[in-house]
Antibody
Framework: QVQLVQSGAEVKKPGASVKVSCKAS????????IHWMRQAPGQGLEWMGW????????NYAQRFQDRVSMTRDTSIGTAFLDVNRVRSDDTAVYYC?????????????WGQGTTVTVS | QSVLTQPPSVSGAPGQRVTISCTGS?????????VHWYRQLPGTAPQLLIY???NRPSGVPDRFSGSKSGTSASLAITGLQAEDEADYYC????????????FGTGTKVTVL
């Protein structure tokens, strides 16, 4: 079945970098944009940006433009999120999700989430 | 950071109907961008519940319905069940510089 499987929990010190992976299966990886969101403890969802797995093009939310990088490796059907110079307020669950398709700007398949703790 | 406003909580007894509002602005819902809804059960990832304002993905019961008017949208749950207790988020697209995909503040539904 269609699924996104994310890498495991991370604990980082302030100022370090963290890399989260998101492996796709059950569909053609390059056919659907991958979006990244995060959810701080007890808070709502925050959109971070997307990557087009086919071209590698990216689009980041303005507040993340200087610290976030989204990449992909089409040979293994995996998308990656890098967050640099992490701070305590980057502590959150990070989700990848697949955009349904060109007609709808929504996400139909989500990864299980990766907890990143900055301490 | 959220540009779509939802009530923090709504509650209802089993079998009742509850509605959740999602209020935006002229740069998102009011600009005729679609609204989508997600349900997030405790400790799990969000799941798509309604897409394109009114459509249900396969497997979502018809107890869930969505609507949109002007700069707002609503999610209705009829025949409330214990398993509906969760957090619900609206989501749309925004053409301002603040970001392109935007989520609502989230609503906790409690089944009394």
């Amino acid at each position: 079945q269609v699924q996104l499987v994310q890498s495991g929990a991370e604990v980082k010190k302030p100022g370090a970098s963290v890399k989260v992976s998101c492996k796709a299966s059950g569909y053609t990886f390059t056919d659907h944009y991958i979006h990244w969101m995060r959810q701080a403890p007890g808070q709502g969802l925050e959109w971070m940006g997307w990557i087009n797995p086919d071209s590698g093009a990216t689009n980041y939310a303005q507040r993340f433009q200087d610290r976030v990088s989204m990449t992909r490796d089409t040979s293994i059907g995996t998308a990656f999120l890098d967050v640099n110079r992490v701070r305590s307020d980057d502590t959150a669950v990070y989700y990848c999700a697949r955009r349904w398709g060109p007609a709808w700007r929504c996400m139909d398949v989500w990864g299980q989430g990766t907890t990143v703790t900055v301490s | 950071q959220s540009v779509l406003t939802q009530p923090p909580s709504v509650s209802g007894a089993p079998g009742q109907r509850v509605t959740i509002s999602c209020t935006g602005s002229s740069s998102n819902i009011g600009a005729n961008y679609d609204v989508h809804w997600y349900r997030q059960l405790p400790g799990t990832a969000p799941q798509l519940l309604i897409y394109g304002n009114t459509n249900r993905p396969s497997g979502v019961p018809d107890r869930f319905s969505g609507s949109k008017s002007g700069t707002s949208a609503s999610l209705a749950i009829t025949g409330l069940q214990a398993e509906d207790e969760a957090d619900y988020y609206c989501q749309s697209y925004d053409n301002s510089l603040s970001g392109f995909y935007v989520f609502g503040t989230g609503t906790k539904v409690t089944v009394l």
